[in-house]
């Protein structure tokens, strides 16, 4: 028997993945990120950093009651960026699993009015690098308007065996999709894809290694945007999404803690799954039913059995972002009204976890949570000073700025690519265009419309 997964072309509709960095331009852009840090924490300790602020509470400044808080918080966050940073040193994909060990894998891929793309969602997953007497795709089509179920049975009957189409009779929602095809499932391990989104041919493989581990119950993939080409708001979102997964998700992996394991590509041990499946379908917050953020109610759910959530760097989807600021718009309401509802679940769920895994989620969640009150306040307190002082403005953007760019170091240790300047242009975007997002969404946490099913 072989002891290589089964081979298979390119999918030729996969974007063409960023160049790798050389060893040499990581231990570079690495050495750049600990000289850069080493200077905010020397700043920082020596006061310079704190010394305007600490002039105005000395002289009485009213200012001072919203200065005292910030610094508290800046202070945190040079700490929990600097835990980080080791962590995220520390972290290293899982191997992927190989001929002999790759467990029986069923893909589940919901579908609702997505038109050709399914199609193509569909043949990334068939072309997988993975044993075919192991691996079974079922795509639900959620009660579509449009020709979905026809691109989905299509792509079945070129894949007999292998692809099983399933439609809804009517529109349910994404997690009654979902459960449709959790419940037919026969795989071990369950691997979810969102159906506008493409996989690279070792993805599956690369999500199956994980589960080597008992502990694990849950894995997600890194996402990149599909899309990143078309246009200024794809190429910010594709550097967002890349530091979000190779530095965020990387740490929180280090302590089997990753918060949410996204729609576009996750997979779940299948016999926890299905314990968890019905109080997960039926979850209800304030009294409505929970119809989004099913990707990190799941991964709740399954820390909540005292199983682990990791991130495997290694595995990629590539999914379409949105290319309007409306769209974006729609979409980080669903996220942080489902975040605000699961935030405070986790809140109950972190005293479970061991010790050490217990004390890092809540220092990062304390210092995440915490950003929101102190922006808020520092932007009362910008209003106020840029009417006296209109410089004041302009020494936020620089700060703005700096900041950024410091972040970038992250990114471009993952990606060799000029795209970094969207992130730092993103940055200026999120603070004057995305500010409300989070406060409306508190307003309208139980509020069940823009829907993406």
């Given at each position: ?381 910008l209003a106020t000073r840029?009417v006296s002082n209109p410089?004041?403005?302009l020494r936020v953007l ?56």
């Amino acid at each position: 028997m072989s002891s290589t997964l089964d081979t298979a072309a390119r999918a030729p509709f996969a974007p063409t993945p960023a160049s790798t960095p050389s060893r040499g331009y990581r231990i570079l852009i690495g050495s750049a990120i600990l000289i850069g840090l080493a200077l905010v924490v020397y700043v920082t300790l020596s006061g310079e950093l704190f010394r305007p602020a600490r002039e105005a509470i000395a002289s009485g400044d009213w200012q001072a009651a919203i200065l005292r808080p910030s610094l508290l918080w800046v202070a945190m966050a040079i700490v929990m960026l600097t835990v980080r940073t080791a962590l995220w040193f520390c972290y290293r994909p899982f191997p992927s699993a190989s001929y002999d060990d790759a467990p029986m894998l069923t893909v589940v891929i919901p579908a609702y009015n997505e038109g050709a793309m399914v199609e193509q969602s569909i043949e990334s997953v068939a072309r997988s690098r993975y044993p075919r007497e192991r691996l079974e795709i079922l795509v639900v089509d959620d009660g579509s308007t449009d020709d979905t179920w026809r691109y989905i049975e299509r792509a079945a009957s070129r894949h007999p065996g292998l692809v099983s189409a399933h439609r809804l009779e009517r529109n349910q929602g994404k997690r009654a999709a979902l459960a449709a095809g959790f419940r037919r499932a026969r795989g071990t391990v369950l691997v979810t894809i969102d159906s506008d989104s493409v996989i690279e041919p070792g993805t599956l493989a690369a999500m199956a290694g994980p589960f080597r581990n008992p502990k694990v119950g849950a894995v997600a993939g890194k996402v990149a945007a599909f899309n990143r080409d078309r246009g200024w708001l794809p190429r910010m979102l594709h550097v967002r999404y890349i530091l979000s997964f190779d530095f965020q998700r990387s740490v929180q992996s280090t302590y089997g803690t990753v918060y949410c394991c996204p729609g576009a590509l996750a997979a779940y041990r299948a016999q926890i799954v299905h314990k968890v499946l019905d109080t997960w379908l039926n979850q209800r917050f304030l009294g409505a039913r929970c119809t989004f953020g099913e990707d990190r109610a799941l991964t709740n759910a399954i820390l909540a059995e005292g199983y682990d959530s990791v991130y495997q760097g290694s595995a990629v989807v590539h999914t379409l972002v949105p290319e309007t600021y409306s769209k974006l718009c729609k979409m980080y309401l669903r996220w942080d009204r489902s975040y605000v509802r699961e935030e405070i679940r986790f809140a109950r769920i972190v005293w479970r976890r061991p010790a050490i895994p217990m004390l890092l989620a809540v220092l990062e969640k304390t210092v995440t949570n915490l950003r929101y009150p102190v922006a808020w306040l520092a932007l009362v307190l910008l209003a106020t000073r840029v009417v006296s002082n209109p410089l004041s403005l302009l020494r936020v953007l620089v700060a703005i700025g700096i900041g950024a760019s410091f972040y970038m170091l992250y990114y471009l240790y993952s990606e060799r690519s000029m795209r970094f300047v969207y992130g730092i242009l993103y940055a200026y975007f999120a603070f004057f265009a995305l500010w409300w997002i989070f406060p409306y969404a508190v307003l309208t946490v139980r509020a069940r419309s823009w829907l993406t099913r």
